[in-house]
């Protein structure tokens, strides 16, 4: 059985005064905070890692109440802001809880839709967004395709791409992943720009296959605009 990583740890500040007193995790959305659309997404018997930091006592009390019947496995990360943190360190402290094929879902990603186990294959999931305004390569990472599998992850103001990069991964090749991550964590600490993306792509680079997934139906909650541009359009969106 593969597990999910769901990582709240940061501070959420592209949020401004909305993540002043909350993890951006229990923003709401229809009433309801954003992280249970990504909980909802996943059968109840699958085990969800959780990353903990700032506020993380809000997003540990509130799962546990409000989804009695799952099996949720809640790590701290010491540095969450500041000097030292990253995505991908907040990341590494999950290792030893995911030694297993395993899903990496950022917590400000919404999707529609099903996706496919991490047990058989790799998988990038990308999409080309709802509203070119607000998504485009100015403000987003991407990744090209070729024969249906990601050839090349790109950062941000890349003039060619196919998908943009969403944050939700399956890892069928976990421990090549980790080594990876932790390779590139151990050359510089203090790299705040660490992600998975970087780890993906040197996992390309060996040989690894991802298969592209493209996802129709992805909302961003990571800041203000995209919030908005969400909470405008999710509901009607049949």
Partial sequence: MYKILITTSGTGSRLGELTAKTNKSLVLLNKRPVINYIVDLYSPDIESVITLGYFGYKIR????????G???TFVWVDKYQGDGSSLGYSML???D???CPFIFHCNDTIIKGSLPSPEKFNWNGGSKGLDPEL?????LSSFTIKDGYMKQMNRKGASEWDLFHIGLVGLKDYKDFWSALGKLYNANPNDSSLND???MQLMVNKGIKFKAIELKKWYDTGNLANLNFTRDHYSSDK
Wanted: with cysteine.
């Fill in 93 to 95: 402290r999950a290792k």
């Fill in 135 to 139: 998504f485009n390569t100015k403000y």
């Fill in 61 to 68: 009390d509130y799962l546990i109440k409000a989804y009695p």
């Fill in 70 to 72: 799952r099996k949720f």
């Fill in 197 to 199: 993306c970087a780890a």
């Fill in 97 to 99: 809880k995911l030694q």
